[in-house]
């Protein structure tokens, strides 16, 4: 069958005629939810015409805020840097419901389903109000609802930074998988970070931080925490968001701090669509970007993810869930090629949740995007519109383009771009 035919529920046998990119050639087979070598006679599943199409590994955001989501415009609108954003999310916290959260929450992950999203890392804050846990609670329950189609990981901090601890007990009760926080935000970054540390142990949790989420040079939780986790076994995540400041400090400085954050096993998330906007607002001449420097990143072998981070809401009025957004950031501000950015943007952000390769080897699972463009370029500059999203050999999401038409117009002969290999584009 043609693969523009797949619709939600079918299995894959194989994809032939697909465009070479990366790891996959023309031809991709799968069985018993893993990549095989060739389709298998008598496969379970559809036989797939999918010329015209290329299959890359599925997107994967490594820091969303499920919990704040399309708020932008109930919250009024606000416009401005971190803080800015800081202070309307503390004017309106109070009013947002366990119902607008889960609302907003299920959209979002609904979107970034079509676009190819498979694994989801979110922070939640603790809400304003009597029910300060609904926050994690409906992240919670999501995390139920998607499982086998989105994977989601929930993190919440240990408490507020200046108050006790027994918001983190509860919400470690309710199951959260990891341990957040916001040192560069507290009086003690420090003594901040031992605290989230210390509470991370005690329950056997890993940890995921902002992380330096500030153009002051002086800033270097990224080290302190590299320092603070080498010790940890390598099972146990920990993971280091934004890495803004990293990007303001000289080279050797720089240098040191990745080769220990490297040592460590510490991963970096990088969050290009919010720190393009919070970043530099004080800084009217030669505006910094806020991104920290990812070809060292990638050089040193540090594990490097991305992050939507806000959908919508008061720390960006846009974001969308697509991580192709995204990825097309970390080419234009960030500076890497297209296939590197969706490698970030999708192997470096499975490597970072824990989850196997899905890069379309022999007898790595059977979880695969199929995108219409002639090479990762295009998929990325078009946003391409037709996506079919495949798990454990099954289809999950498809998202089509809605073809317009315009009046009056001669029809012009438009073709598409010739199918390259990968190798040819780079
Ligand atoms: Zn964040």
Redesign the pocket.
Known sequence: MDAELLEPGQRVAALTGLTPTGAIGEVLAFADGRVIDAPARGGVGESVDATGWIALPPLADL?A?LDKGYTWTSFGQPEGSLDDAIACWIDHGEDHSYADIKRGARRHLIAALHAGVTAVRS?TNYHLGDDPLRGVRALVELRAEFAGIVDLQVVASPGPSDGPDDLGRAAVALGVDLIGGFPHLAEDPTADLERAAAFAEEFGLGMDL?TDETLDPTSTGLAELAARTRHWPADVIRSA?HCVSLSTQDAEVRARTLAAVAEAGVSIIT?PLTNLYLQGWEHPVSTPRGIPPLRDVLAAGIILAAGG?NVQDPFNPLGNADMIDVASALVIAGHLSPSEAWQVSSTGGRAAFGLPPADGRVDDVADIVLVRAAHTAEALAERAPDRIVIRDGRVIAVRRRVVGSVLDLHPLPVSPSTPTSEGALI
């Open positions: 820091h805020h922070h902002h968001g969050n981070d």
